[in-house]
C-alpha cells in the first residue's frame, strides 16, 4: 500500500467542488487528469483492482472511502462478465455510522471503459462519465437537483447519470431497506443482484428482501450488442462523508452455467454458501456428492442441477446449475509408423466430431491436421474441440535397408557376383528374374537384374543392376589399300544387346571405307561397357600385266608373267594356274593379285578356232639312232590330208596320205643323201574346211 500526503489548500478545493448538496464545476475529464495527478491509485490482490482512495481491509473487505471529504474508491473486477450468462452476485455493504451529515453512498457499476476507469466523484458516486453503462445506486444523501427522495434510497440507472427525473433512472428509486429509511447505521447489510438471461430479468434484493425489478434487455438496449463488461463497485464524499465498506467474497460471482464441458473430464460445482452448511443437489447423475457445497459433476450429457440451501437471510433458496456436455473427439491412427525410405512418412489422425471445430498441436509444436516426419521417435498429437482434448501416440520407427546403389556393370566371359549391399537374417530376398531368395547371387548372362529386400515391418526396397555384355571384336589388325582404290574395315561384333560404333575418324556404323592409309580405330559400347580394336591400313602398288587380248580356244590362255610371286584366279573355272585351255567362244577373264593381295583383271575375248599352225622341224637325221630318225609335221587347226617331197629338181620323192605321214629319208628304199629336200603338206583347216598347202624345206643330215 502507498500513502499519499495531500497538501491542506488541496483539500479546502475538494471541499468547495465537492460538497454533497453541489455538483462537480468542472468536467469529467478535467477533475479525472486533475484528480490522477494529485491522488495516484493502486490495485491489490490478484482478485479486484483498486484505484483512488479504495482500500484493502483484509477478509474480502475494501474500503471505497474514509470518514473524509472528497473521497473517490473504486473497485473494479478484473475479469469481464458475461451477460449472455445469468448469474447472482451476493455482497455487503456498509454506509458507516453518520446519518444526517453522511454521504454520499455507493454503487455497482456495469461499463465497457475498462477496469482502470474512475467515474465523477461526490453525488455522482463515481459513476458519472460512463457510457454506455448500467448502475445500481445506493444513494444515503438527498440531492435535490437530482431529484433524490428523503430516504436512503436504490435505484436502476444507466450511462452515467444519477439524476431520477429522465430517461436515465430504469428502476426506482425505492427505500433500500424494507424496514428502515436509513441504511447508516454501522451495520453490514446483505445485497444480492441477480441477472436472467432467458426471461431478460434484474433483480435486486436488500437484507433479503426484493425491492426492485428490471425487466430490459440490456446487452442490446444499453450496450449496443456488447455482452461483455467490467463490473465493480464505487463510492464517494464531498463535505460530508461516512467511511464506506464493501465486502466481496471469492466466489461472489454464482456461475449457473458450464458451457463446453468435456464428456470425459467433468466440472467443479459450488453453491453459494448455506447459512446451515447443508446442501441438497438433484439430480444426482454424475454427481460424486449430493449434499455438500462443491461436488464434482460428471455428466455423459447436458444436464441442469438443482443445489437448495438456506442463505443468510435463512430463507430457503433453490439455485440452478447447467452443465453442457460436449463429447471428445473421436481419434484414431496407427500406433506404428515405418520409416521405409529417405523419403519422410505423413502422420495423418483420423478426426470424428460432432461438435464445433477442432484444432491440432503436436509434439513438434505443429498445429497442422498432419504432419511430415522422417526420424525415428515418438510423435503425440492433441486434437482439442470447444471442450476436450484428446492425444494419441504414434511411435515411429525406422526400417531402411541398407541397399547399394542401382548400378550397371559390365560383363566380360566371366561370371559376376550380384550383392543387395546388406545381410540381414531378418530380412527377406527376392531376385528377378532367376527367382533366388540370398542375398548374392552369381550371374553369367546379360540382363536386367533386381533384388526385393524386405522387412519384418513390411518396407521393402529394391536394387537394380543392369549387366551388359561386353562386345568382342574380331578382324584383320593390318589391311593393304591397293594405290588408288578404297578399302573397306568391317570388323565382326558379337555379343548381346545393341551396341553403338565410333571411329576414330568420326564415323559411325560398324564398317567403314577409306582411301588413304593409316590407323583407323572402332570403339564399340553398350552403355558403359566398352571395346575397341585398331587396324593398320598400309597402301600398297597393283601388279603389272599384259593387256587383254582377242584369242582363240585351239591355244591355251597365258595369263601374263610380267611380274613375279603373283597369283591367278581364273573366274569362268575357280582355277588358279598361270594357263588354261577353252574350248568355247566367250570372254574369259584371270584375276591376277601380288604379294599385298592387290589385283588387276585381264580379258580374252575368245572369238573361235585358231588359225591353222604347222610345227615342222627344218633338219632330221636318219642314221638310225631312235633319235630324230624321220621327219614329222603336227598343226593345230587343221587336218592333214598327205605329205609330197621333192628334190632340188622338182622330182618328187615321196607322197604319203595320212593324217600324220612320215619320212625316213629315203626314196624307192634307198637313202637320200644328206642335203635340203622341199616338201608340200596338204591339209583341210579346222575353221572352214579348205584344203590348203603348206610348203617348206627338210635337211638330211646324217
Known amino acids: 500500500m502507498q500513502i499519499v500526503r495531500k497538501p491542506v489548500f488541496l483539500m479546502l478545493v475538494m471541499l468547495i467542488l465537492y460538497h454533497s448538496t453541489m455538483k462537480p464545476t468542472f468536467s469529467l475529464l478535467g477533475l479525472l487528469g486533475f484528480w490522477s495527478y494529485f491522488f495516484p491509485f493502486y490495485s491489490f490482490s490478484q482478485n479486484y483492482n483498486l484505484l483512488r482512495d479504495a482500500r484493502y481491509l483484509g477478509g474480502d473487505c475494501y474500503q471505497l472511502t474514509a470518514n473524509t471529504v472528497a473521497q473517490t474508491g473504486v473497485v473494479w473486477y478484473q475479469d469481464k462478465l458475461n451477460l449472455n450468462e445469468s448469474f447472482s452476485i451476493e455482497f455487503e455493504m456498509n454506509f458507516g455510522i453518520f446519518?444526517?451529515?453522511?454521504?454520499d453512498g455507493m454503487m455497482f457499476i456495469l461499463q465497457t471503459v475498462g477496469n482502470n476507469a474512475i467515474?465523477?466523484?461526490?453525488?455522482s458516486l463515481g459513476f458519472e462519465g460512463f457510457s454506455p453503462s448500467l448502475g445500481v445506486e445506493f444513494d444515503t444523501w438527498q440531492n435535490t437537483d437530482n431529484f433524490d427522495p428523503t430516504y436512503d434510497h436504490i435505484a436502476i440507472v444507466q450511462n452515467g447519470s444519477v439524476v431520477h427525473n429522465g430517461i436515465s433512472t430504469l428502476a426506482g428509486p425505492v427505500q433500500a431497506s424494507s424496514s428502515n429509511v436509513n441504511i447508516e447505521d454501522g451495520q453490514n447489510h446483505r445485497v444480492r443482484?441477480?441477472?436472467n438471461v432467458k426471461t431478460k430479468e434484474m433483480e435486486i434484493y436488500f437484507d433479503c428482501k426484493l425491492r426492485l425489478t428490471l425487466k430490459k434487455d440490456i446487452v442490446n438496449d444499453i450496450f449496443k450488442g456488447q455482452n461483455t463488461v467490467w463490473w465493480g463497485f464505487s463510492g464517494s464524499t464531498g463535505g460530508s462523508f461516512n467511511?464506506?465498506?464493501?465486502?466481496?467474497?471469492?466466489?461472489?460471482?454464482?456461475?449457473?452455467?458450464?458451457?463446453?464441458?468435456?464428456?470425459?473430464?467433468?466440472?467443479?460445482?459450488?453453491?453459494?454458501?448455506?447459512a446451515d452448511g447443508k446442501y441438497e443437489w438433484s439430480p444426482s447423475t454424475g454427481l460424486n456428492n449430493t449434499s455438500i457445497r462443491a461436488p464434482f459433476a460428471k455428466p455423459t450429457q447436458t444436464l441442469t442441477y438443482t443445489v437448495k440451501y438456506k442463505d443468510a437471510c435463512l430463507l430457503p433458496v433453490e439455485d440452478t446449475i447447467r452443465v453442457e456436455v460436449l463429447p471428445p473427439p473421436v481419434v484414431s491412427i496407427k500406433s506404428l509408423e515405418v520409416l521405409c525410405s529417405l523419403n519422410p512418412i505423413q502422420l495423418v489422425p483420423s478426426v470424428k466430431n460432432d461438435v464445433g471445430a477442432v484444432s491440432y498441436r503436436w509434439s513438434t509444436n505443429e498445429t497442422t491436421p498432419s504432419i511430415n516426419v522422417n526420424?525415428?521417435?515418438?510423435?503425440?498429437?492433441?486434437?482439442?474441440?470447444?471442450?476436450?482434448?484428446?492425444?494419441?501416440?504414434?511411435?515411429?520407427?525406422?526400417?531402411?535397408?541398407?541397399?547399394?546403389?542401382?548400378?550397371?556393370?559390365?560383363?566380360?566371359?566371366?561370371?559376376?557376383?550380384?550383392?543387395?549391399?546388406?545381410n540381414n537374417l531378418n530380412y527377406t530376398y527376392r531376385w528377378s528374374p532367376t527367382g533366388e531368395n540370398t542375398p548374392n547371387i552369381t550371374v553369367?548372362?546379360?540382363?536386367?537384374?533386381?533384388?526385393?529386400?524386405?522387412?519384418?515391418?513390411g518396407c521393402a526396397k529394391e536394387r537394380n543392376v543392369v549387366i551388359y555384355e561386353i562386345p568382342q571384336i574380331t578382324t584383320d589388325l593390318e589391311k593393304v589399300l591397293c594405290e588408288g582404290s578404297q578399302v573397306t574395315l568391317s570388323p565382326t561384333v558379337t555379343g548381346r544387346g545393341t551396341y553403338s560404333y565410333v571411329w576414330s575418324n568420326g564415323a559411325t556404323g560398324n564398317s567403314i571405307t577409306v582411301k588413304t592409309a593409316g590407323t583407323y580405330t572402332l570403339n564399340v559400347a553398350q552403355d558403359r561397357c566398352k571395346n575397341s580394336v585398331s587396324i593398320n591400313v598400309t597402301q600398297r602398288p597393283y601388279p603389272s600385266i599384259l593387256r587383254d587380248e582377242v584369242a582363240c580356244f585351239d591355244r591355251p590362255l597365258v595369263a601374263g608373267v610380267l611380274d613375279n610371286g603373283l597369283q591367278y584366279y581364273w573366274t569362268h573355272s575357280g582355277e588358279r594356274t598361270r594357263a588354261v585351255s577353252v574350248s568355247a567362244v566367250g570372254t574369259y577373264a584371270v584375276q591376277i593379285s601380288?604379294?599385298?593381295?592387290?589385283?588387276?583383271?585381264?580379258?580374252?575375248?575368245?572369238?573361235?578356232?585358231?588359225?591353222?599352225?604347222?610345227?615342222?622341224?627344218?633338219i632330221f637325221t636318219p642314221n638310225k639312232d631312235n633319235v630324230n630318225d624321220?621327219?614329222?609335221?603336227?598343226?593345230?587347226?587343221?587336218?592333214i590330208l598327205g605329205l609330197a617331197i621333192y628334190n632340188r629338181w622338182g622330182e618328187l620323192l615321196y607322197y604319203q596320205t595320212s593324217a600324220v605321214p612320215q619320212w625316213d629319208g629315203k626314196t624307192k628304199d634307198n637313202d637320200c643323201p644328206d642335203g635340203a629336200y622341199p616338201y608340200v603338206l596338204y591339209y583341210k583347216t579346222t575353221r572352214d574346211n579348205s584344203v590348203q598347202e603348206y610348203k617348206g624345206v627338210i635337211a638330211i643330215r646324217r
Request: charged residues 15%; glycine residues 8%.
Open 99 to 103: 446519518d444526517d451529515t453522511g454521504a
Open 119 to 123: 467515474g465523477g466523484a461526490g453525488q
Open 193 to 195: 443482484i441477480k441477472w
Open 243 to 274: 467511511e464506506q465498506t464493501v465486502c466481496l467474497k471469492k466466489e461472489i460471482v454464482a456461475k449457473n452455467l458450464f458451457s463446453n464441458v468435456c464428456q470425459t473430464e467433468g466440472v467443479q460445482l459450488v453453491s453459494r454458501e448455506a
Open 375 to 422: 526420424q525415428a521417435g515418438n510423435y503425440t498429437v492433441t486434437v482439442s474441440n470447444p471442450a476436450c482434448q484428446v492425444s494419441k501416440l504414434v511411435e515411429v520407427r525406422s526400417e531402411r535397408p541398407n541397399l547399394l546403389p542401382d548400378t550397371t556393370l559390365c560383363l566380360n566371359l566371366q561370371a559376376i557376383t550380384l550383392s543387395a549391399g546388406e
Open 444 to 457: 553369367s548372362s546379360p540382363g536386367n537384374y533386381k533384388i526385393l529386400v524386405s522387412t519384418p515391418l
Open 594 to 618: 601380288n604379294i599385298y593381295g592387290c589385283a588387276k583383271t585381264r580379258k580374252f575375248n575368245v572369238t573361235g578356232p585358231c588359225n591353222p599352225q604347222v610345227y615342222a622341224p627344218t
Open 630 to 639: 624321220t621327219f614329222q609335221i603336227s598343226m593345230d587347226g587343221g587336218q
